[in-house]
């Protein structure tokens, strides 16, 4: 429990001082200073691994699984890459989404960050409503499988001629306008405005729950492909954090150059394939954690290296 209380006030510390400090005053966030931030988040995410290790060495947290450390610590880093992978379609929506609301850069942070805090809650409750399925009921496991291939059959055989998502013809819109009375004029950063003694919502504040739904939505295919990999609730928590803070900065830095990273999506397909047959097979194929990590690191780098290649050929 001490290990848990630590990692939610690391987190809470970490954005605190990223709102306060920061990103205090709003302003455009540069490609370089978005660059930055990744690779600071990626780096973290990569050492927390140790820390993972060290935890688990020390049996400072529950083990139910009885994972050794090396082996938690491969788990930690899979489970990262898979929520960070899945990650690279939520920021085209949530490129859609701003572009829909017409909502200014500078202020585009400010919607993600309050946006990361609702996700961190839903992703909890998701995570720990999963863990406990699967532990409760180990059939739960090949449902999960079964809709990961699904997914991945979905986007394979996507219609190309498929209407483009539009956040203002969107159900969430639509029952948003029935709710509260909506303004479409920004008005700085707030998300309410007031005129004439009645409360209205700025497109900011619509921005932000589109967004935060358009993650519940994503989250079913994410949080199904990481308890492929554990059904340890720490690990797949803390994965799916260090995944969700680092989509702020990866957004600012992949916004622009979404179309260079095309053939990307097949590497996500494979990726969940992968996963979805690994949790149909588990009772009789038992990969090794490396051969699991190898796999989904392997088809991001082949993914993003014939992307990049294409997209120069095309030049």
Same mark, same amino acid.
């Given at each position: 429990?001490i290990?848990?209380i630590?990692?939610?006030?690391?987190?809470? &510390?970490?954005l605190?001082?990223?709102?306060g400090v =920061?990103?205090?005053?709003?302003h455009?966030?540069?490609?370089?200073?978005?660059?930055?931030?990744? %690779?600071?988040?990626?780096?973290?995410?990569?050492?927390?691994? $140790?820390?993972? *290790?060290?935890?688990?060495?020390n049996?400072?947290?529950?083990?139910?699984?009885?994972?050794?450390?090396?082996?938690a610590?491969?788990?930690?880093?899979? $489970?990262?890459? /898979?929520?960070?992978s899945?990650s690279?379609?939520?920021?085209?929506?949530?490129?859609?989404?701003?572009? %829909? =609301?017409?909502?200014?850069?500078?202020?585009q942070?400010?919607?993600?960050?309050w946006?990361?805090?609702?996700?961190i809650v &839903?992703? $909890?409750?998701?995570?720990?409503?999963?863990?406990?399925? /699967?532990?409760?009921f %180990?059939?739960?496991?090949?449902?999960?499988?079964?809709?990961? #291939? =699904?997914?991945?059959? +979905?986007?394979l055989f +996507?219609?190309?001629?498929?209407?483009? &998502?539009?956040?203002?013809?969107?159900?969430?819109? +639509?029952?948003?306008?029935?709710?509260m009375? #909506?303004?479409?004029?920004?008005?700085?950063?707030?998300?309410?405005?007031?005129?004439?003694?009645? @409360?209205?919502?700025?497109?900011?504040?619509?921005?932000?729950?589109?967004?935060?739904?358009?993650?519940?939505?994503?989250?079913?295919?994410?949080?199904?492909?990481?308890?492929?990999?554990?059904?340890?609730?720490?690990?797949? =928590?803390?994965s799916?954090?260090?995944?969700?803070? $680092?989509?702020?900065?990866?957004?600012?830095?992949?916004?622009?150059?979404?179309?260079?990273?095309?053939?990307l999506?097949?590497?996500?397909?494979?990726?969940?394939t992968?996963?979805?047959? +690994?949790?149909?097979?588990?009772? *009789?194929?038992?990969?090794?954690?490396?051969?699991?990590?190898?796999?989904?690191?392997?088809? @991001?780098?082949?993914?993003?290296?014939?992307?990049?290649?294409?997209?120069k050929?095309k030049?």
């Amino acid at each position: 429990m001490i290990v848990w209380i630590v990692f939610i006030a690391a987190i809470i &510390f970490f954005l605190a001082l990223d709102l306060g400090v =920061f990103n205090k005053n709003p302003h455009i966030i540069s490609s370089k200073e978005a660059g930055i931030w990744t %690779s600071i988040w990626v780096t973290l995410s990569f050492l927390f691994s $140790g820390v993972i *290790y060290w935890i688990y060495s020390n049996g400072f947290i529950e083990n139910p699984s009885n994972l050794t450390p090396t082996l938690a610590s491969m788990k930690f880093i899979t $489970g990262y890459l /898979i929520e960070l992978s899945l990650s690279v379609d939520n920021i085209f929506v949530i490129a859609v989404i701003f572009t %829909s =609301f017409k909502i200014p850069q500078k202020y585009q942070h400010r919607v993600l960050f309050w946006g990361i805090l609702g996700a961190i809650v &839903f992703r $909890g409750l998701m995570i720990y409503f999963g863990v406990l399925l /699967i532990n409760k009921f %180990s059939w739960m496991i090949y449902v999960f499988g079964l809709f990961l #291939i =699904f997914t991945a059959a +979905k986007m394979l055989f +996507k219609n190309d001629d498929e209407e483009v &998502f539009n956040p203002k013809k969107s159900f969430v819109f +639509k029952i948003l306008r029935k709710i509260m009375p #909506i303004t479409l004029h920004m008005e700085g950063q707030h998300f309410f405005v007031r005129k004439r003694t009645i @409360l209205f919502a700025t497109p900011l504040f619509v921005a932000l729950i589109v967004i935060e739904l358009m993650d519940v939505l994503f989250a079913m295919d994410s949080v199904p492909a990481i308890l492929a990999i554990t059904s340890d609730g720490f690990l797949v =928590f803390s994965s799916n954090i260090f995944a969700i803070l $680092g989509l702020r900065s990866m957004y600012f830095f992949l916004a622009n150059m979404l179309e260079k990273f095309s053939y990307l999506e097949y590497s996500l397909i494979a990726i969940l394939t992968f996963v979805g047959i +690994k949790m149909l097979a588990h009772d *009789y194929i038992e990969l090794p954690e490396w051969a699991s990590l190898g796999f989904i690191a392997l088809s @991001l780098l082949i993914g993003i290296a014939y992307s990049l290649y294409k997209d120069k050929s095309k030049k």
